[in-house]
C-alpha cells in the first residue's frame, strides 16, 4: 500500500486515484509514457505496420483539407495577369489619360473569351475544370459542382449533454490500445486498475475503495491488464501480465482462487454464466470453469496474435473475439462438448472468420435488441465500424470513423451505437448509421468504455489520466418507449464460485 501511494505521487502530492476533479484541471493533462512501457509493450506483427499513420493524413475519397491551394497548370497566366493589373491601373488611372484606356480595352478584346465569360474577375483557379461539350451532347457543366454534396446531417430529436457530468483522477493507467482497463459492474462499482491495483468507485455514492487491501500487492514486474464483472454478483476477474487469472470478492475484498493456464498477458476476459472465458497475448482463448478444480475445460485456438477483445452474446451461444492480426473470429459454444475431460478441449476452426478489417479488432459488441447481429471497430489502419450477420458472417454496414476505435457499445434505450475513437466519443443512429452527436473533452486517446447498469450512462477511461462519466443515452420518460432486449443467459448460484 506505501509503495502504490509512492507511485502515485505527482509533483509532490498524493493524487487521490477516482477523486473528482475539475473540468479545468483535467483540460491540463496530457498524456505520457508509462513507467512500465516495456511490460506493455505493443504485440510484434508482421501484418500490422510499426510506423503509425500520421494523424490528419488521409487518402482516397473524402479527402478535406484545411486551406486552398491553386492549381497553377489550370490557370491562364496571361488573363490573369491582366485582371490584376487591370483593378491597379483602374484605381490609379487619370481620367484624363485617353492613351492608357485605349490600350486596356485592345488588350481586355484580344484576351476576352468564352471562359472570362465565366470566370469573372476570378484569378486563382481551384477545381478541376469540366470537360468541352461536344456538339449535340448535354452540357457537361451540369455533371459537375463546386463541391462534393454531403448528405444532410440527421437531426437529432433528444438532447445529449455533451459535457461530462462527472470527471475523476485515474493516475498511472496504463497507455496501452490492446489492454481492457475498464468496467463497469450491474452492482453499481465502476472497476479500474491503476498501477498494480484495482480501485472500485461506487456510482450511487461516490465512495472509493481498493480491491487488493493492506494485505496483498503484486511484485513490482507483474501488472494488472484487464478487468471484468461476473453478469451478477460482487466477484470480480483481474488478469495479470504473467498469464494469471485471479478471482475476487469484492464485498471482502478477497481473493476466491488464482487460475493458471496462459503462459503470457492476459488483456481480455469475459462471462458466460459460470464460464470465464480469457484471450491472450499468445492468440490463445481458455474457457475456465470456476465451479470445479480443473477450471481449464476447453480453448479456441485460431488467432495467432493477441486477443485484445472478446464478448460472449446476450444468449451464451456465440462468442466474438477480435486479435492483433485483423481478424474477428465468432466461435459456437456448441463446439464445446459439456463432458470433463481430463484434458481441455481443444477447437481450431472457428464458426466465421472475418479478415475485413486492416487493423487490430480490439471493439466487438453485440447488439442487446437484435439477435445474431455484431458490431467491431478495427485500429489505426483500418478505423471503420463494420456490422455484421453473426449467422452468415456477411457485412451488412461498414463506416469510417477517421480514428483508432477503442470501444463500441449499443444503447438499450436508444437504437443506436456509441464508438470511441481517438479522444471523441460519436453517436450513431442505427440502422442509418448517421452520426448524430459527438462527445468531446479527452486530451488524450480513449483506451476503454463501459455502460452504468441501467444503460443510462457510459464511462471513458483516457490516456490523459481522467475518468469521465457521460450521461447521454438517459430517456425521455414521456416519449422513449423500452427496447425490448434479446433473452439473456440465465443466473447461475453465487455460492458456486470456489
Known sequence: MAYRKKILMKGGSYREPLSPISSNKAATRTPRRNHK???????????????????????????????????????????????????????????NDTENAEYAEKMEQN????????LGARVLQMKIKPPQTKEGEVSMKLLYTKSKPTPAKFKSTRHVPTIPDKILDAPEIVDDYYLNLLDWGNNGLI??????????????TGDVEELFGDDYSLEESVMITCVKWISEGVHIAVGLSNGVVELWDASANRRVRSMQGHSTRVGSLDWNEHMLTSGARSGEIHNHDVRIADH???SFLHHTQEICGLQWSPDGKLLASGGNDNTLNIWDAAMVSSATNVQPQVTTSPLHSLCEHLAAVKAVSWCPWQRNVLASGGGTLDRHIRIWNASSGACLQSHDSMAQISGILWSGTFKEIICSHGNTMSIWNYPRMVRETELTGHTGRILNIAMSPNGHLVASAGADETLRLWRCFEPDQKKTKPVKKVESRTEFPRGNIR
Open 37 to 95: 512501457q516495456t511490460a506493455c509493450a505493443k504485440t510484434p506483427s508482421a501484418k500490422t505496420p510499426s510506423a503509425k499513420a500520421k494523424e490528419g493524413s488521409t487518402s482516397g475519397e473524402g479527402i478535406t483539407y484545411d486551406r486552398f491551394i491553386p492549381n497553377r497548370a489550370m490557370m491562364d497566366n496571361p488573363m490573369s495577369h491582366h485582371l490584376m493589373m487591370k483593378n491597379v491601373k483602374d484605381s490609379n488611372a487619370d481620367d
Open 296 to 298: 481449464h475445460t476447453s
Open 111 to 118: 484576351l476576352k473569351t468564352e471562359e472570362m465569360d465565366r
Open 191 to 204: 472497476a479500474v486498475p491503476l498501477y498494480n491495483a484495482v480501485y472500485l468507485w461506487n456510482s450511487e
